[in-house]
Each structure stands twice: as structure tokens, then as C-alpha cells.
């Protein structure tokens, strides 16, 4: 009886073996689908969020340059088209702006991530930053002449403009 044991392991681990070598599946049809599907749903929507993040980026970079160029000119403006900015149909998009400072809000409808970017007057001229992150975000600081993004959340680049740096 232990012999024919041994032959039906060796059996079994060389098919097991010769199934790896010929590329061929040895789950059914169906579970091989579903961890298939899992791993291309995954993909998806790591696409989805890197789109969303560039065009957020675009957005918050035009809003940030806009609002500085207003303010030298002027003042701050409450109006998104005055700067250019047209928000696509995806993203929920919230400005405030006061006399000192513009904080502009983008939500997407369907990711977690939240996007804002905050333009404030200082003592030696007018600073901006433009951040992602989860949840709501607390108060921007200002660490000498750089404006910050708050805890936990983290600089955008936009790969268009060479002035954001993390």
C-alpha cells in the first residue's frame, strides 16, 4: 500500500508539473474568471483615479495661477470661468474666496480623494498650493514663504507646470 501511495503522488505532482510548463489552467473556468475579473476591475479603476487626478491637477493648477495673476491685477475673483476653469461633469467643484484668501474645492463623484488648492495673501506677495487627500481637509499653513498643505494630505504636480514640488 505505501508503494502505490508514492506513485500516485509522483504521479500527481509531475501532472501538476507538466500543467505548469504547458501553461494550462488547473481551476475551473469560472473560478479562474472571477480572480481575472477581480484583477481587471482592480486596474480599472487605478486608471479611473490616475484620470481624475491629472484632470484635477490640470484644474487646480489653472485655478492657483489664475488666482495669483487676479490678485496682482486687482483682487481675487469668485468666478471659475473668469480663470478658465469649466468643471467636468464627474467632479463637484466649491469656491470661496475672501479678501486675504481663494480656497478652491474639487469632490469627485464615484473616488474617495478629495482635491483643494488654496491661494493666500502673505506678507511678501501672494502664495499658492494645490493638494489631494481623504476626508476633510484642516487648515493650510504657512512655513516661511511656502504655503502647505494640511496633515496627511499631499502636494499635486501637475505634469504640465514645473512649480509644484513636494
Not at 16 to 36: D, E, F, I, T
Not at 52 to 61: F, G, H, I, P, Y
Not at 92 to 104: G, H, I, P, R, Y
Not at 136 to 165: H, N
Request: proline content about 7%.
Amino acid at each position: 500500500m505505501p508503494r502505490t501511495s508514492k506513485v500516485v503522488l509522483i504521479l500527481l505532482l509531475s501532472l501538476v508539473g507538466m500543467a505548469g510548463l504547458l501553461r494550462l489552467s488547473l481551476l475551473p473556468p469560472p473560478v479562474a474568471r472571477s480572480s481575472a475579473d477581480t484583477t481587471l476591475s482592480g486596474l480599472e479603476a487605478q486608471e479611473s483615479l490616475q484620470e481624475v487626478r491629472q484632470e484635477a491637477a490640470a484644474l487646480m493648477s489653472r485655478f492657483v495661477g489664475g488666482e495669483i495673476t487676479r490678485h496682482y491685477w486687482g483682487g481675487f475673483t469668485p468666478f471659475l470661468d473668469v480663470l478658465g476653469i469649466e468643471i467636468p461633469p464627474g467632479l463637484e467643484a466649491n469656491l470661496e474666496v475672501s479678501t486675504d484668501k481663494a480656497v478652491f474645492s474639487l469632490r469627485p463623484r464615484r473616488a474617495r480623494e478629495h482635491y483643494q488648492a488654496e491661494v493666500r495673501v502673505t506678507s511678501n506677495g501672494t502664495r499658492g498650493v494645490a493638494c489631494r487627500g481623504e476626508g476633510a481637509p484642516k487648515s493650510f499653513r504657512l512655513e516661511g514663504e511656502r504655503l502647505i498643505c494640511p496633515l496627511g494630505w499631499v502636494a499635486m504636480i501637475d505634469p504640465s507646470v514645473d512649480g509644484y514640488r513636494k
